[in-house]
T-cell receptor, first 113, second 113 residues
Framework: AQTVTQSQPEMSVQEAETVTLSCTYD???????LFWYKQPPSRQMILVIR????KQQNATENRFSVNFQKAAKSFSLKISDSQLGDAAMYFC??????????WGAGTKLIIKP | DAMVIQNPRYQVTQFGKPVTLSCSQT?????MYWYQQKSSQAPKLLFH???????NEADTPDNFQSRRPNTSFCFLDIRSPGLGDAAMYLC????????????FGPGTRLTVL
């Protein structure tokens, strides 16, 4: 069965600096999707970024980018120029063959002003 | 704006008193999900509908039921809430393509007294 591991329960970063959130997963599939979702306090979960496993190029969305290492089964999220609005729980998720999401435990990101 | 709406945002019920949470969507997505999320944890999938086809997760308690009368609406019924059912309940929708980006509502926070 697929699993997703986020080893950092909490991370903090100074405003305007860069932070990387870690995610590893386990699967025997060769083609799949990976996601990072953001859940701000008392606000709804939203998709931050998506990566297709067959694409070698790392996905990028403005200040958010991923470092996808397929062989290592690693999918980290880099947030550049951190802003106060980036404070949230970040969840890494793997899409299985039934289109269901397997979620990591989440990383709480704190932004220090 | 197309969106996922959940009502009520906050629900207080008494131990053992049935409660119904509702979700509606204007995205015209064919899949709707109900998740349970406890504090600072990943969402836990309870069940989902693919169109009218109901899919129950194996470990979802019998106490939880769902109805989807049409494409736009989905309900979560908790027949006899226990203290352990206090949580945030998230509704999500998706239009299954090659990837399953899920769109979430703001959630209903359930308190059981």
């Amino acid at each position: 069965a697929q699993t997703v591991t986020q080893s950092q329960p909490e991370m903090s970063v100074q405003e305007a600096e860069t932070v990387t959130l870690s995610c590893t997963y386990d699967t025997s599939e060769s083609d799949y999707y990976l996601f990072w979702y953001k859940q701000p306090p008392s606000r709804q979960m939203i998709l931050v970024i998506r990566q297709e496993a067959y694409k070698q190029q790392n996905a990028t969305e403005n200040r958010f980018s991923v470092n996808f290492q397929k062989a290592a089964k690693s999918f980290s999220l880099k947030i550049s120029d951190s802003q106060l609005g980036d404070a949230a729980m970040y969840f890494c998720a793997y899409q299985d063959s039934n289109y269901q999401l397997i979620w990591g435990a989440g990383t709480k990101l704190i932004i220090k002003p | 704006d197309a969106m996922v709406i959940q009502n009520p945002r906050y629900q207080v019920t008494q131990f053992g008193k049935p409660v119904t949470l509702s979700c509606s969507q204007t995205l015209n997505h064919n899949v709707m999900y109900w998740y349970q999320q406890k504090s600072s944890q990943a969402p836990k999938l309870l069940f989902h509908y693919y169109d009218k086809d109901f899919n129950n997760e194996a470990d979802t308690p019998d106490n939880f039921q769902s109805r989807r009368p049409n494409t736009s609406f989905c309900f979560l019924d908790i027949r006899s809430p226990g203290l352990g059912d206090a949580a945030m309940y998230l509704c999500a929708t998706s239009r299954v393509s090659s990837y399953n980006e899920q769109f979430f509502g703001p959630g209903t926070r359930l308190t059981v007294l």
